[in-house]
């Protein structure tokens, strides 16, 4: 551009391709594991994390989550303020949705000990509660939770490679099944599923966790099915961006990138998977257990599409655990499922207070028993 001349301002739909391009180019990061095997660098460059730089961007992300936080707050004190009304619910669905979570949980930790194969199971649970815990109230806790975890079996005397690609393994297929669960709401809901009936909605989810679940294993058996789903993506890709540099590599990719799981996970990729889907119905059945205790009986096929809202919404890293976001989109989807405003709110704290709240502790627990124990062990060998 000569000098004195103005850059032209870019047309609305460049914008949104350059917006989409960005969106395309943060997908991929999140989904490369060799990016993600940097969790080790990370952790051994903690110490420059104060230089100007980094204050700078840290500032900038709790301003943004600050105002995230902000604009989610009614919904968020809604959600808060129904505490009250607890005492509504019969007793006894608070320990049938502990059981749910503890073993939507529990699942989580056979797939975490899956891929760390040299872990023993208390340092992963240890490890993965206080992990969890961080991430749930860090700005961008992932990354720290995901940091604090490694940084914990590290010192439980696991080697530090292996370990950080256990922990990639292990998060990347969780988010996997994540982004696959909206997929499954379709058919029930284009069937128009009307009858109120949770036991229908248990019914729908049970179907829909089971064919993901073969679905899955499918998938990470055979490469066929997956350079096909690669080659589908590419080709619905291509077509809604004609103006950009259309896409070849990506049924490659995707062998690939399974091939790198596979050998993370080993001979038990198929306990991992089938425990995979298990974290997720089971957090599914605590979110109908606390419709049921609401007194509730909304579309089953809006259900499972409420659940799915909720769990991508807490990936948002804007907020930490999607605080916020979560409560606003799983009370909207009730709502629109056929739930009461009120039920619609109670039911979306009940669910949260096990899949959120009660967590924290938890974590701090973890974390204390781990620094308890091997204080203890480090003190014995001197």
């Known amino acids: 551009m ?5 850059e032209p301002r870019a047309e609305p739909g460049q914008r ?32 420059e994390a104060t230089s100007g730089p980094h204050i700078k961007r840290t500032i900038f992300w709790l301003s943004i989550t600050g105002i995230s936080l902000y604009l989610v707050a009614p919904s968020l004190l809604d959600v808060l303020s129904s505490w009250k009304n607890l005492e509504d619910i019969d007793w006894w669905w608070f320990p049938a949705m502990a059981v749910l979570q503890t073993a939507s949980l529990a699942c989580l930790w056979v ?10 199971l208390p340092n992963v649970i240890e490890s993965q509660l206080a992990g969890n815990a961080l991430a749930k ?5 992932g990354a ?27 998060n990347l297929l969780i988010f996997v099944v994540v982004l696959a ?16 009936d949770l036991l229908e909605a248990t019914i729908i989810g ?7 679940a073969a679905v899955g294993v499918v998938l990470l058996a055979y490469d066929g099915p997956l350079a096909y789903v690669g080659r589908a993506v590419q080709a619905i890709r291509n077509r809604i961006r004609r103006s950009s540099e259309p896409l070849r590599t990506v049924p490659g990719r995707l062998v690939r990138e399974r091939d790198r799981l596979l050998a993370t996970l080993g001979p038990n990729w198929r306990v991992a998977m089938l425990a995979t889907v298990g974290r997720w119905a089971f957090d599914y059945a605590t979110l109908l257990a606390a419709l049921a205790a609401v007194g509730s009986t909304p579309r089953p096929a809006l259900v499972l599409l409420a659940f ?60 204390v028993l781990h620094r308890r124990r091997f204080a203890t062990n480090s003190n014995s060998a001197t």
């Open 206 to 212: 049970a179907i829909a966790f089971g064919v993901l």
């Open 308 to 367: 799915c809202a909720a769990q991508v919404l807490a990936q948002v890293p804007i907020t930490p655990g999607g605080l916020g976001f979560v409560e606003a989109g799983l009370t909207a989807t009730l709502a629109l499922a056929g739930v009461s405003a009120g039920n619609a709110v109670l039911a979306t704290f009940a669910y949260r207070l096990f899949n959120y709240w009660l967590q924290l502790p938890a974590g701090l627990v973890g974390y």
């Open 16 to 47: 949104f391709r350059s917006l989409a391009d960005r969106f395309e180019r943060e997908l991929e990061e999140r989904v490369d594991v060799e990016r993600e095997r940097e969790l080790e660098r990370n952790e051994q460059s903690s110490v």
């Open 111 to 120: 797939v975490q000990r899956a891929a760390l194969r040299e872990a023993e």
């Open 2 to 6: 000569r000098r004195g001349e103005q």
């Open 181 to 196: 669960l909206p997929v499954l709401v379709l058919p029930s809901l284009l069937g128009g599923a009307v009858n109120r």
């Open 144 to 170: 720290l939770g995901g940091a604090l975890q490694y940084r914990m079996l590290v010192e439980a005397g696991l080697p530090k490679a292996p370990t950080a690609a256990g922990i990639t393994a292990s």
């Open 137 to 141: 109230i860090a700005p961008g806790g």
